[in-house]
């Protein structure tokens, strides 16, 4: 999940490596870490590398980009790597790892125990996400789509869409809206046509399409302003827009779910510092202070038996077992290996 807030970008990753030689190099105490910003910045300093960066005896600098895993390739191309965990979905750390960008998560430091698929070779995960469905309760009431199929269905819900301008998740949801039961998904899309048929039925809809967003921010406020009927994205921000006082509802039914993790690119120049800073991120309680700061499930399913997350907070998250029991998981290395191609047919469909 790639938010799209900005303080410094890609683009100021890219200027700051012109001329790379006379940069001058980072404290050796200081560990370099880059996010997307937002609640995922303001959480993460209080009681994820905050902490392990006190107690290590260690400082941090903190850099807001647009996406991890390109701000990692621009970094490692110019062999100027300044960051040394850097944010991004753990499809995305898949594909770095097999680029050969990313260094191996050392797991003798690190430990995993509590992970279910989310601490992987290049990645330790911090949150899980649900990418769903929400709507207009002013449109529909309680009674909104409440399956992909569903949200295909222009006759029994009426009403503009909004969708993400990226195939990522939206693939999966295709499929389901076409009459893919949720545990075939990945068989179908490994087949010969099942990208196409997915990428087709996207097609279908999109004359009912008013808003292609790009930023999980985007998509609150088109909540808030009432501004579609129904939309695709994620929990978190349906759930923040709720709290805003937005008329809207969603389900956690046919949800998506994907992990964003940590990674350390490849060179980072405080590897060994940086491994220290991930075990301490990867224990329980602060990935379940975490999720009760962010409305996102933690990577280790051990936070939730720490009594930090309360039973009405539990019932907020994505990977709780009652909500997770309905979704599917994002697969990571289909993503890895099929992404290029997958954007790319995305892309295409949306031009004709």
Not at 72 to 80: I, K
Request: proline residues 5%.
């Amino acid at each position: 999940m790639t938010f799209v807030w900005k303080t410094a970008g890609l683009a100021a990753v890219a200027a700051a490596l012109v001329g790379s030689a006379s940069v001058p190099a980072m404290a050796d105490d200081t560990i370099g870490i880059a996010t997307s910003g937002g609640i995922m910045l303001e959480a993460g300093h209080d009681v994820l590398w905050g902490p392990a960066t006190e107690k290590l005896g260690l400082k941090y600098s903190e850099d807001t980009i647009d996406e991890g895993l390109n701000a990692v390739r621009l970094q490692v191309n110019a062999n100027n790597v300044t960051y040394d965990l850097v944010q991004m979905a753990n499809y995305e750390a898949a594909l770095g790892g097999r680029e050969g960008i990313l260094t191996p998560i050392d797991y003798s430091v690190v430990n995993r125990d509590g992970f279910k698929g989310t601490a992987t070779d290049y990645c330790v995960g911090y949150q899980t996400y649900a990418f769903s469905i929400a709507w207009n309760t002013n449109t529909y009431g309680g009674d909104g789509p409440k399956s992909w199929a569903d949200f295909w269905d222009v006759k029994k819900f009426p009403g503009t869409r909004a969708m993400r301008a990226n195939a990522e998740a939206q693939l999966e949801a295709a499929l389901m809206a076409d009459g893919v039961a949720p545990e075939d998904v990945y068989k179908v899309l490994s087949e010969k046509g099942g990208l196409e048929r997915a990428i087709k039925k996207i097609e279908e809809i999109k004359p009912h399409v008013a808003v292609w967003w790009t930023s999980g921010a985007q998509v609150a406020q088109l909540l808030r302003d009432g501004e579609v009927d129904m939309t695709t994205g994620w929990n978190g921000r349906f759930q923040a827009a709720q709290k805003d006082g937005a008329a809207a509802d969603f389900t956690w039914n046919q949800g998506i779910l994907g992990v964003d993790c940590f990674a350390v690119p490849k060179g980072a120049p405080h590897l060994g510092d940086a491994m220290k800073v991930l075990a301490y991120m990867a224990e329980p309680e602060p990935q379940a202070k975490m999720a009760v700061r962010t409305n996102y499930g933690p990577g280790n399913l051990k936070a939730f038996d720490t009594g930090i997350i309360s039973p009405e907070t539990v019932k907020m998250l994505p990977n709780a077992p009652e909500n997770a029991k309905t979704q599917i998981t994002l697969d990571p290395e289909w993503w890895a290996a099929n992404n290029n191609q997958a954007q790319a047919l995305f892309d295409e469909m949306m031009t004709r």
